[in-house]
Structures are given as structure tokens and as C-alpha cells.
């Protein structure tokens, strides 16, 4: 026995070795801003490649409705959410979604599939994870909530896919739910990173984070404060948006200094991370505040102005005004704005994915060249998100370049 396990060992040894030298030798061959130069043949090469929000699609991971439960109504999730649904919160917090709901959003998801593979995209799923189990840790104990948006979760920056820590304790192990599609995405060339998970201990959280009306979040925001506190690194990736070598985030409520100077220092030289901030009372993710549809071009929203526009302004870049959501006030948005009628996917510069209730926002794509491919998500619109943060783009087929002087 003992011969064959010291045969075992040197296997092991040697396989160890000669992936080291090879890994060594690739890295010395390779300069390091090898990512301007990427061949088509090496990208074909690499499953993961994304550098923007608008080349053509071809691979996208797409969020799944099943199973999702309503986070317990904790401080983070309170400060996250109107009032108007706090009464929600109180009665379904730890449960299942309401089930007729669920299951219309559901069908919904699955027909958004079939439409993005008609339109030439691969998609892919999460798994189907029971979210009702309990989980405990030396600082919290909670109960699961979904694998619906993986915008939240995960951002892909070049051939690196990146693990985001997450700010909720519901959320805490949703990246579970995604580990079969990145360990194969691995195994085939992509780059893997895992951002340091927070403990979620107590002192994350500001326990006496003062909110009662909108007022008092407006006020709260514009003084820099937050229920995260700067204890340890977290963010969610849903509050990065990407153009080339430059990346834009927000201080949020799920995102704080210390996550985004983590993320700053990962990137860097290769990226750029600007901080950028708004007239927002619920900063959560910058997605449906500030979305880039193309080189040079952005969406912003009219009701949450971006401080530093004049920056992007200098640039040369076309700020766009969306027009005013049409979608009607007793429809449950238990945890977003209305203005995820911006919250757009492109399939390609001249191609959006874009809500097919929304005739106004449609009207201005088309003014723009753009085409829209019209889509109801509506009740799966209920859990948070709309297109974009439905999905992760995977690849896009395109090369690094830079649209911010």
C-alpha cells in the first residue's frame, strides 16, 4: 500500500508541476495588456468574453422564478424596499412567494428563453435549489431566496467570470445555485474569481439604520449614509455597469467603499473603476439608474440624476432621457422601481430586448436605429428585476477597447 500511495504522490507531484510550468510559461509569453489583442480564434477558444453591455450577444446565463422565497424582513432587506411593501415583507418573510404569481413568472422566464434562442443566443440555467432550507453560521442564521437574477451575482469582466460576495443574508449561498455552470466554464479556459465572502455579522449592518418615509431615505442617501457599514468588502455585481476598460459603480446599500476599492484593485491596470452617484433614496443596483446601451451611449434616469453627468458630457458620450414608465401603480413590485422599463438587454447594438407593455420606451429605441425585441416579464418583474438583471451575459463577441477620455 504504501508503494502505491508514494506512486499516488508523485502522479499528483508531476501533474502539479507541469500545470505550474505550463501556467508560467503562458503567463510570461503573454504581455499584460494581451487583452486588446484578442484574436476571434482565442475567443472562440474561451467561453467566457464580455467587455460591454451591447456587442452581439451569443451566450447568456438567464435566472430561474422556481422555488424563489421572500427574504425575512430583516434591517438590510427593510432598507432595501418601499414602505408601501413592508406589510408584505411582515407576512411572507421566510415563505414561498405568493405560488399563482410564481408560477405566471415562471412561464414568462421560459418564453423569454425560447425568444433569445430564436434571436441566435445559447442560454443557459442555474440549478433548482430548494430556498427554504435554514442555514446557520456563527453570525446569523437565515433561510434562502433565488437564483432569478445573476446580474446580482455575477460579472464577467473579459474571460474572468467574478463571484460577487453579496450584502443580504438571504443571499448568502445563491452562488450554489450557479457552481455547475462556472466550474464547467473553468474547465473550458475562463478565468475564476471569488470576491471575499463576508461574514454578515452584525456589525455589517447599521441595526439602527433610521428610515420611515422616502424623505428620510433622500436624506440618509444624499448624506452618504447607508445600512452597510464599511466592517468588511461587499457588494452585489448588479451595481458595475461595463464599457471596455471602463467599469461605473455606486455606493448602494449592498455595495460599499471597501467592496468597490476590492474590485479597483482587482481590476487593476488593466480596468478602471469610477465611482458614480445619484439622486437616489434607494440606491440598489445601477442597472435601471444608469444603463450603457452602446459606445458612448447611456440611458439615464430622469428621476434619479447622475452627479457627475457632466464628466460622461466631456467625454462626448449621448446621455438619453427614457421616458416615464407606463406600467400601473397596483402592479406588485415587491422589490424594484418602475423604472425597469430601462432595465434593457442588448442583443446588439441595433438589437434591445425591451418590454412589450412599455410602447413609450419603444418608440425611443426605434428613434435611435434600434431594433426592439418585445418581451412581458411582467410578474417576473414583481421579484426585482427586468432583463438585465434577469441574465449575465456570458459572450459577446467583441474586443477590449476604451470609450471613456
Not at 460576495?165 to 450557479?178: H, Q, S, V
Not at 432595465?343 to 412589450?356: G, H, I
Amino acid at each position: 500500500a504504501k508503494s502505491l500511495y508514494s506512486l499516488l504522490g508523485r502522479a499528483v507531484t508531476g501533474w502539479v508541476q507541469r500545470a505550474f510550468q505550463s501556467t508560467s510559461v503562458a503567463a510570461a509569453a503573454q504581455p499584460r495588456h494581451a487583452a486588446e489583442h484578442v484574436t476571434e480564434a482565442e475567443q472562440q477558444e474561451c467561453p467566457v468574453c464580455s467587455y460591454n453591455e451591447w456587442d452581439r450577444l451569443e451566450e447568456v446565463i438567464v435566472g430561474r422564478a422556481e422555488n424563489a422565497h421572500v427574504p425575512a424582513f430583516t434591517v438590510e432587506v427593510k432598507a432595501n424596499t418601499y414602505e408601501k411593501y413592508w406589510p408584505f415583507y411582515q407576512k411572507y418573510g421566510g415563505q414561498s412567494f405568493p405560488a399563482e404569481h410564481l408560477k405566471k413568472a415562471v412561464a414568462e422566464i421560459e418564453e423569454m428563453c425560447n425568444i433569445l434562442r430564436h434571436e441566435g443566443v445559447n442560454v443557459r440555467r442555474p440549478e433548482p435549489i430548494d430556498w427554504s432550507l435554514e442555514y446557520k453560521t456563527p453570525d446569523f442564521t437565515s433561510s434562502g431566496m433565488y437564483a432569478a437574477m445573476p446580474r446580482d451575482i455575477l460579472l464577467v469582466v473579459g474571460n474572468e467570470i467574478i463571484e460577487a460576495p453579496m450584502a443580504w443574508r438571504a443571499r448568502f449561498f445563491e452562488y450554489r445555485a450557479y457552481r455547475p455552470l462556472i466550474k464547467e466554464y473553468f474547465r473550458n479556459g475562463a478565468k475564476w474569481t471569488t470576491a471575499p465572502k463576508p461574514t454578515m455579522a452584525d456589525e455589517l449592518y447599521d441595526q439602527d439604520y433610521p428610515i420611515r418615509t422616502v424623505e428620510d431615505r433622500h436624506k440618509l442617501a444624499a448624506e452618504g449614509k447607508f445600512v452597510t457599514t464599511e466592517h468588511e468588502p461587499c457588494f452585489d455585481a448588479a451595481d458595475f455597469i461595463r464599457a471596455g476598460r471602463d467599469l461605473f459603480v455606486q455606493r448602494s446599500q449592498v455595495t460599499n467603499y471597501m467592496g468597490i476599492e476590492w474590485m479597483r484593485r482587482h481590476l487593476a491596470p488593466d480596468y478602471k473603476v469610477h465611482i458614480i452617484s445619484f439622486k437616489d433614496p434607494n440606491p440598489m443596483h445601477i442597472d435601471a439608474t444608469f444603463n450603457i446601451i452602446g459606445p458612448g451611449l447611456v440611458l439615464s434616469n430622469p428621476d434619479r440624476p447622475c452627479r457627475q453627468i457632466d464628466m460622461f458630457k466631456k467625454a462626448g458620450w449621448t446621455i438619453v432621457k427614457p421616458p416615464t414608465p407606463l406600467i400601473p401603480d397596483d402592479h406588485p413590485l415587491w422589490m424594484s422601481s418602475k423604472w425597469l422599463s430601462m432595465n434593457v438587454l442588448m442583443l446588439s447594438e441595433k438589437r434591445v430586448m425591451v418590454d412589450a407593455n412599455e410602447s413609450t420606451i419603444q418608440k425611443m429605441f426605434e428613434n435611435l436605429g434600434i431594433k426592439t425585441i418585445k418581451v412581458n416579464i411582467r410578474h417576473a418583474n414583481s421579484l426585482g428585476g427586468g432583463f438585465h438583471c434577469w441574465t449575465t451575459d456570458v459572450r459577446r463577441r467583441g474586443t477590449l477597447e476604451s470609450y471613456f477620455h
